[in-house]
Structure formats: structure tokens, C-alpha cells
């Protein structure tokens, strides 16, 4: 079973920036791997999936502002978020609906 670790969240101010990393604990580059986020008292919502192809795709909610890539060769999944809003504000969950990390929490606010 392939074990998923989230890192990167904090703290940021609105505008700012944060890079999230996903670990895996074993090659997954058979697999579209995607982040999503849960915000409090709401489902948790997709945000951006990348196939082993390099085919992404984003929320309308992030377009243009975060960028989902891969690393194979580190078995690490990232999530670049630059111009952040308070809106972002969330726990956010690397997986793909069959294995999920425990998340890393965002809080934006000034």
C-alpha cells in the first residue's frame, strides 16, 4: 500500500505564496495523482489532478493561480499556490479517490 506524505502548509498572507509537497512511500508514476482541500464545515473539493502523461487539470477556482506538477524520480507530487486568498484557506489532501496523505493545513490570513 502506497503511503502518501502532505508538507508545506502554513501560515501566509494574502498574495502570498506556498509550495505543498506529496511523498509517496513507492513509485507511483502509473497513477494521476491530484490534490484537494477541505475548508471548515465544507466537503472536501478537488483542486488539481496530473496524469502519468502530464495532462493537468485545475479547479476553476485556482486556474491561473496554482500549478500542479510531478517528479517520478523523487515519487513527489507538488502544488505551487501563488496570489493566495483567505478563500484558500484549507486542509489540503494529496491522493487520488483510492489512497490519500493526512493533509497539511493552509490558513490564509492576514
Known amino acids: 500500500q502506497v503511503q502518501l506524505v502532505e508538507s508545506g502548509g502554513g501560515l501566509v498572507q494574502p498574495g502570498g505564496s506556498l509550495r505543498l509537497s506529496c511523498e509517496a512511500s513507492?513509485?507511483?508514476?502509473?497513477?494521476?495523482m491530484g490534490w484537494y482541500r477541505q475548508a471548515p464545515g465544507k466537503q472536501r473539493e478537488f483542486v488539481a489532478t496530473?496524469?502519468?502523461?502530464?495532462?493537468?487539470n485545475y479547479a476553476d477556482s485556482v486556474k491561473g493561480r496554482f500549478t500542479i506538477s510531478r517528479d517520478d524520480a523523487k515519487n513527489t507530487v507538488y502544488l505551487q499556490m501563488n496570489s493566495l486568498k483567505p478563500e484558500d484557506t484549507a486542509v489540503y489532501y494529496c491522493?487520488?479517490?483510492?489512497?490519500w496523505g493526512r493533509g497539511t493545513e493552509v490558513t490564509v490570513s492576514s
Open positions: 496530473v496524469t502519468p502523461g502530464l495532462i493537468t
Open positions: 491522493g487520488n479517490g483510492a489512497m
Open positions: 513507492r513509485f507511483f508514476r502509473l497513477y494521476t
